[in-house]
């Protein structure tokens, strides 16, 4: 799916961020930025504010300060369908599918605003870079392993040709074989023009296909910077993971 992303450049930004959740922050003063093509990592511990983040950029947490730019638009206010609209897929932690609905019928459903013919080409590249999902197309989503399940939720979000991914926990729950076709398909994407945001547990494999990483510990952004930084100055994880 390599035309998926567009074709120009796009930058999708935070600023400012601050958001509360049962009256407490849980981001402040967050920032950070994401390119085409590009795969930025959001590292950090359990309770580190990452899926406030996600959600906030989705539309679904409203934020008490900041904005989300995409292409120097303000998402902030608008609801999650638009943002999608807009350009912004989300693939939440815990391999949310459609359960009832077939395979197929969960692209179909999440591609429902295209012409059919369009539809139709998009259900197919999907198929493409998921082949194992083809066999089982009218498979009930919900009966599937949870490594296809992740699928389904990736090619969910692919069928709306989103110009910036955000990925809350890939490997979660998943076997280390599985783990690393999903970070192989990640990476393919990238390379299609998508910007993504990955939120991982496992930071080494995290490292291995990020641009760019932030660090993200309670609720702020500790450090900014390279994998190559980050493994050069392992203290940084160290603190983060550790100061909890």
Known sequence: MAEAAAVTSKTLMVEGLTVRRGGRPVLRDVSLAL?????????????????SLVQTMAGVLQPEAGRVLL??????????EAIRAAGIATVLEGHQVLSDLSVEENFRAAGSQWPVA????????VFTIFHELK?????????????????????????????????????????????????GVIQEIARGGVGILLIEQFTHLA???????????????????TPAEVQ????VLHEAYLAQ
């Open 35 to 51: 390119r085409s093509g590009s795969i930025t990592a959001l590292l950090g511990p359990n309770g580190a504010g990452k899926s």
């Open 207 to 225: 490292l291995k296909v990020a641009d760019a990483v932030y660090v993200l510990d309670r609720g702020a952004i500790r450090f900014q910077g």
């Open 135 to 183: 066999p089982k197309a009218r498979q009930k989503a919900g009966t599937l392993s949870g490594g296809q399940q992740q699928m389904v939720a990736l090619g969910h979000a692919l069928m709306c040709r989103p110009a910036f991914m955000l990925v809350d926990e890939l490997s979660l729950g998943l076997a280390p074989l599985v783990v690393q076709r999903l970070m």
């Open 232 to 235: 050069a100055n392992p203290q």
């Open 118 to 125: 369009v539809l139709e080409q998009h259900v197919a590249e």
């Open 71 to 80: 292409n120097g638009a303000n998402l902030v206010g608008r609801r999650p």
